[in-house]
Every structure is written in structure tokens, then in C-alpha cells.
């Protein structure tokens, strides 16, 4: 082998490989970041190649030696400083490739970051990583110089050059290693931005994938519902709304970013899946709007004739009672005929929504019905019972005077357990319900008392006990 000749084709593919590496591996616009693994990859190919002459000719240069050859030898202190400069050249091509790896390396993990990452940290990786590869520009740049400025196979290199050139590559070697331990702490640094990018790589394609099959799930649902004659035209609309959104899943993370295309499939996994359970359910909903609708009517017509029994417990309550105790209840026989009807309006209504598949319209006039006949069946109830509780306390008022009574005493025992004398936040107000009490029952005395005003005083002397013994209560629990 002709040593001269393989030793300047060494050098002229080492030199064009390093100037191609330093402008080598940027990401292309729209190309994932399994293109770029792959292109790093025949990079690295591309070098193991490069670097087998070197490792060969090491290996060589002591059969050279020995083996002859149409070169002029020299020996002594001339042959060892050519072989120094020899060792330097070796070791300074060992550091550019071991350089290259490492940077092409990093590189496939800051396009992982940039990919999924836009955040002012991950921004400020890629300017670090470019900073960095200015840095290793510049050292490749020296090495390649000070390989192509020395041919260390002249048969006349003199000894003085041999020793330059020795002195040059070594510190180019020296650089290079230097670079090469800021490039390592760098990739460290990455470590937790690189672990984040990775996982949402990891999840992008189940995501996608969840997604699409939410959608079949939606649509085989809908198709099913409606082979059974339900129209389902607002669920329908709400999944074709869908369709561009899974056209843009189709196209990838590429064209539209990892973040975008992960909260895109969530999104569209979340809207198929509500689409896919309410098309499911709709049978059953239908079936209960119908339910609904015979349970309200019956209920309309049930108080119908409720209605009709207000005015004679209003005509004994005028008969018997003073007018304050009645008078509020004046409206309710009018009131609750007008609320029914209205309910049997909105009735009519629901039922020409549920039988043109107007599901959210039914469901909203039903609602409407029910408060109006629960505020019906209240007012009823509240004629009736008024005239019971008038009765009861016009025949034996001192039952209920003994109530309020014994919640006064007995909030009085509690408000003095374990103490010598009362709170004065909780005296006064049980002083107060004594004294409001004592003018309820002064109310009673002559020929038409108002009894209605008797019990609702009585009544709200109690509630306001009840607050003072609470709030007994409360004290104590936290004191203890």
C-alpha cells in the first residue's frame, strides 16, 4: 500500500466530512423527528467510515516501519518526532470524531425538545445549542487547518515542522476535548426537558389513536339510533363538526405541532365520547320524556281539583278569624287555576317537541311545568294547613306557649352548664326571646285575637333560640 498516497485521501475525506458535519442535521420544516434519527444515523455511518483509515494507519504505521517502502527513512530524533506528530494527528481525529458524535447526537435531542416544547426554556436550549456549535465550528475549523497545513508523510518533513505540526494538533486536540466536556454538561442540563418531550412523544400516538376510535364509536352509536327512526339531527351536526378536526389529527404532528395535536385529541376524544353517550342513551331519554309527560298531566289535573277546595277553607277562615290571618291567602284559588293552565300550556308544548325529536326543548317545558305545579301544590297546601294550625292553637293556645317555653329553658341550662354566671352574648338574646314571647302571648287577650301573628311570633322566638344555642355549641366544640 502506497502509505503517501492513502495518507493524503485520509486527510482530504477527513477534512470534507468535518466541513460537511458542522453544517449537517437541521431540522427540516415538516419532517418528524424520525427522519432526522434516521439522517443522524447514515451521519454516523458516513463517520465509522471515515475514522477506519485512521484507526487502520495507527495500526499500520509500525509494519510501515519495519516492512520497507519506496520512501526515504530517517532515523534518530527525527523518525520519533515525525511519529509524535503522527500520535497528535491520531488523537486529534479520535477527539474531532468523538466531537461530531456528540453534537449530532444532541442535536436529535433538541429537535425531540423543539418539537413539543415552545416555552422560554426550551427556547433558550436551542440558542445554548447553537452557541455551542459556533464554539465547535471553531475548533473543527483549527483542526482541519492544522491537518491540512502539515503533511506529515514528506519524505523530506523536517524535523522542526514535524515538531510544530506535533504542536498544533495537540492543541487542536485539546480544544476539541474542551468543547466536548461543555457539550456533556450541556446534554445534562437537557434532562429534564428532554424526559418531558419523550413522554409526549410517547403519548402522541395513543392519543390519536383513542381518538379516532371515539369518533367510530360515535358514529356506529348514531347510525344505530337513528335505523331505529330517531333523528338525532343535533347530535349528527355535532360529529360532522368534527370531521376537520380529525382531517388535521391526520395530518400530524408535523404540520401542526406535538402540544397542538395532543390537546386536539383530547378535545375530539372528549366530543365523540359525549356524542357516542348521549346517542346510547336516547331511547331511554325518549322514554322518559314520555313518562314525564303522563306523570305531570295527572299531576295538573290532581290539582285542578285541589284548586276548586281553596275557597271554602278560605270562607271558614273569614268566618271564624280575624282578617290579618287570612287575608295573604286572598289570591291563591285565582293563582293556582292560572298556574295550571299555564302548566297544561307548556305541557301541549312539550309534547309537540318530544314528537318532532326536539329532545333539549321537551325536557326544558317539563321543567317549566313541574316548578309551576310545585308552587301551585304549595299555596293549596298552605290554605289548608293554615286553617289546621288556627284551629289548634285557637282551642288550647298554651301547647304551643309551652313549646316556646321549654326551647327557652332549655336554652338557658346551656348557656349556664359549667358556668356561674351567663354569657352576656347569649343572655341577651334569650332575655329578649323571654320578653317577645311574653308580647305574643299578650296578643291573644280579646274577643279576635290574631292568631296568625301569635304563631309566627312564636316561631321566630324559637328559631332565634335555636341560633344562640348553635352558636353555643360551636364555641364549645372549638374550646375543646
Request: proline share 3%.
Amino acid at each position: 500500500m502506497n502509505r503517501q498516497a492513502d495518507t493524503a485521501r485520509e486527510r482530504d475525506v477527513t477534512a470534507t466530512h468535518a466541513r460537511r458535519y458542522s453544517r449537517a442535521g437541521a431540522i427540516v420544516p415538516g419532517v418528524g423527528v424520525g427522519v432526522g434519527v434516521a439522517a443522524r444515523r447514515a451521519l454516523g455511518d458516513a463517520l465509522a467510515l471515515v475514522a477506519l483509515p485512521l484507526v487502520l494507519g495507527a495500526a499500520l504505521l509500525p509494519a510501515a516501519f519495519a516492512g520497507g517502502g519506496t520512501r526515504r527513512w530517517f532515523g534518530g530524533r527525527g523518525e520519533s518526532v515525525r511519529a509524535d506528530a503522527q500520535a497528535a494527528k491520531d488523537a486529534a481525529a479520535a477527539a474531532f470524531y468523538e466531537l461530531d458524535t456528540a453534537q449530532r447526537d444532541l442535536r436529535i435531542s433538541i429537535e425531540t425538545i423543539t418539537a413539543v416544547d415552545s416555552s422560554p426554556r426550551a427556547r433558550k436550549a436551542v440558542d445554548d445549542f447553537a452557541a455551542l456549535g459556533r464554539r465547535i465550528d471553531e475548533v473543527s475549523n483549527d483542526y482541519i487547518t492544522a491537518v491540512d497545513a502539515h503533511d506529515l508523510d514528506r519524505d523530506d518533513l523536517d524535523a522542526s515542522v514535524a515538531s510544530r505540526a506535533r504542536g498544533e494538533l495537540t492543541k487542536a486536540k485539546d480544544d476539541l476535548v474542551r468543547v466536548k466536556g461543555e457539550l456533556d454538561r450541556f446534554e445534562q442540563s437537557l434532562g429534564p426537558l428532554l424526559s418531558t418531550a419523550e413522554t409526549q412523544l410517547a403519548r402522541l400516538a395513543p392519543a390519536v389513536e383513542r381518538a379516532r376510535q371515539a369518533l367510530l364509536a360515535a358514529s356506529t352509536a348514531l347510525d344505530s339510533v337513528r335505523a331505529s327512526g330517531m333523528r338525532a339531527d343535533d347530535l349528527a351536526a355535532r360529529l360532522a363538526a368534527l370531521g376537520p378536526e380529525l382531517t388535521r389529527l391526520n395530518q400530524g404532528a408535523g404540520a401542526h405541532g406535538v402540544p397542538e395535536t395532543l390537546e386536539r385529541a383530547d378535545r375530539v376524544l372528549r366530543e365523540a365520547e359525549g356524542v357516542r353517550a348521549e346517542a346510547e342513551r336516547l331511547p331511554e331519554r325518549a322514554a322518559e320524556i314520555d313518562r314525564r309527560l303522563v306523570s305531570l298531566r295527572t299531576r295538573a289535573q290532581a290539582l285542578t281539583t285541589r284548586a276548586g277546595t281553596v275557597d271554602p277553607v278560605l270562607s271558614e277562615l273569614r268566618r271564624r278569624f280575624a282578617a290579618a290571618c287570612w287575608q295573604d291567602l286572598q289570591q291563591v284559588p285565582d293563582q293556582a287555576l292560572a298556574n295550571v293552565r299555564q302548566a297544561e300550556d307548556k305541557l301541549k308544548e312539550a309534547g309537540a317537541a318530544r314528537d318532532e325529536q326536539r329532545w333539549a326543548d321537551a325536557t326544558s317545558r317539563l321543567s317549566t311545568v313541574r316548578a309551576l305545579l310545585n308552587s301551585t301544590d304549595e299555596a293549596v297546601s298552605a290554605a289548608g294547613d293554615r286553617l289546621q294550625r288556627l284551629n289548634a292553637v285557637a282551642k288550647d293556645p298554651q301547647q304551643e306557649i309551652q313549646r316556646t317555653r321549654f326551647a327557652i329553658r332549655d336554652a338557658q341550662r346551656l348557656a349556664m352548664s359549667g358556668r356561674n354566671t351567663p354569657d352576656p352574648r347569649h343572655a341577651r338574646p334569650l332575655d329578649d326571646a323571654v320578653a317577645r314571647l311574653e308580647r305574643a302571648i299578650a296578643t291573644l287577650e280579646g274577643r279576635h285575637p290574631d292568631y296568625w301573628h301569635f304563631l309566627t311570633e312564636t316561631e321566630e322566638v324559637r328559631q332565634a333560640v335555636a341560633r344562640v344555642v348553635a352558636q353555643i355549641r360551636e364555641e364549645r366544640g372549638h374550646g375543646a
